[in-house]
């Protein structure tokens, strides 16, 4: 992966961020929680590359120039931040159940998107064979889910507090016709 692609493709997750942020109404409070969840999301996602290429089950090669591991960084941060955003709607319209399904898709659909990418970008990524690393994928994938949402949601708060939040009309607020 060159530094060129790097950049190419964090200015495309820069537009689906700002594409995002007006879709969800997201507060500034929101936005920063999110920008949070995804640098804390993206320093998960570096220690897994590494251990997944430390342990054999995939190799991902870096350019040698001094910037390219902060380019890469900062990248795979903007491009999980609007993540955040989607989980933070859906916990405020589904709760916890609905997070925890998103999760689950997000462990299904992770492994077989990346897979794509290596066989797509074959200098970009090489994956090991069997099993093993597929579900290190998987579970990289949670772990950057459950942990930039909880990031997001320290900074923030909780979504059912938002000025978005559903409230329930209280029997006395009612008005009978």
Do not use: N
């Not at 925890?100 to 970008?121: E, H, K, M, Q, S």
């Amino acid at each position: 992966m060159t530094t060129q692609e790097i950049i190419l493709w964090t200015c495309a997750y820069l537009i689906e961020l700002g594409a995002v942020i007006y879709f969800t109404r997201a507060s500034a409070r929101r936005v920063e929680g999110a920008v949070v969840g995804g640098a804390a999301a993206g320093l998960l996602g570096l220690g897994a590359i590494a251990l997944g290429e430390a342990l054999g089950w995939w190799h991902i090669p870096f350019a040698s120039t001094t910037f390219f591991l902060p380019l890469f960084s900062i990248g795979l941060a903007i491009s999980l931040t609007p993540i955040y955003l989607v989980t933070w709607r859906l916990a405020r319209r589904f709760g916890w159940r609905g997070l925890a399904v998103f999760i689950g898709i997000v462990a299904v659909i992770g492994p077989p998107r990346d897979y794509l990418i290596a066989a797509t970008f074959p200098k970009w990524m090489v994956f090991a064979p069997g099993a093993i690393p597929i579900l290190a994928d998987a579970a990289t994938y949670i772990g950057m889910v459950a942990v930039g949402h909880a990031m997001m949601r320290f900074i923030a708060g909780p979504a059912s507090e938002d000025r978005l939040a559903r409230t329930r009309l209280k029997a006395d607020q009612t008005t009978h016709v």
